[in-house]
């Protein structure tokens, strides 16, 4: 089979795969897909970001919602925010002019059962 025919994952499709890293090694390609993942949330500013979306009232928040937050301009916000976006992290919708942002809640279990617990 060659590998144009293979499905690609998004990187939370291959976390989702993936057994918790405390139960088996972590294979080179699965690592290679994760790893977007992981370096999205790996910048301070994101990883707020992610954050104060998920805990905002209603669960998601606009732009607006979070420049108060940061001392960045709005078009540095929403470049970190597109990050998390294309990584699988947030989803979107856009109403009337703004934007407005949720965590994606099948990224965060899947991140959360790949770090995985350390039970016996």
Same mark, same amino acid.
């Given at each position: 089979?060659?590998?144009?025919?293979?499905?690609?994952?998004?990187?939370?499709?291959?976390?989702?795969?993936?057994?918790?890293?405390?139960?088996?090694?972590?294979?080179?390609?699965?690592? /290679? $897909?994760?790893?977007?993942?992981?370096?999205?949330?790996?910048?301070?500013?994101?990883?707020? @970001?992610? &954050? !104060?979306? =998920?805990?905002?009232?209603?669960?998601?928040?606009?732009?607006?919602?979070?420049?108060?937050?940061?001392?960045?301009?709005?078009?540095?916000?929403?470049?970190?925010?597109?990050?998390?976006?294309?990584?699988?992290?947030? /989803? $979107?919708?856009?109403?009337?002019?703004?934007?407005?942002?949720?965590?994606?809640?099948?990224? @965060?279990? &899947? !991140?959360? =059962?790949?770090?995985?617990?350390?039970?016996?």
């Amino acid at each position: 089979m060659s590998k144009s025919l293979l499905p690609v994952l998004t990187p939370v499709e291959a976390v989702a795969c993936c057994s918790p890293l405390s139960r088996e090694p972590l294979a080179q390609d699965a690592a /290679e $897909r994760i790893a977007p993942l992981l370096k999205a949330l790996a910048d301070p500013v994101r990883l707020r @970001l992610l &954050s !104060l979306v =998920a805990s905002h009232e209603g669960g998601e928040a606009c732009v607006c919602d979070l420049n108060d937050a940061f001392d960045l301009s709005q078009p540095t916000i929403s470049h970190h925010l597109k990050v998390l976006h294309e990584a699988g992290l947030l /989803e $979107r919708d856009k109403r009337g002019v703004w934007v407005y942002y949720r965590a994606s809640q099948d990224a @965060l279990r &899947s !991140l959360a =059962a790949l770090i995985g617990s350390t039970a016996p």
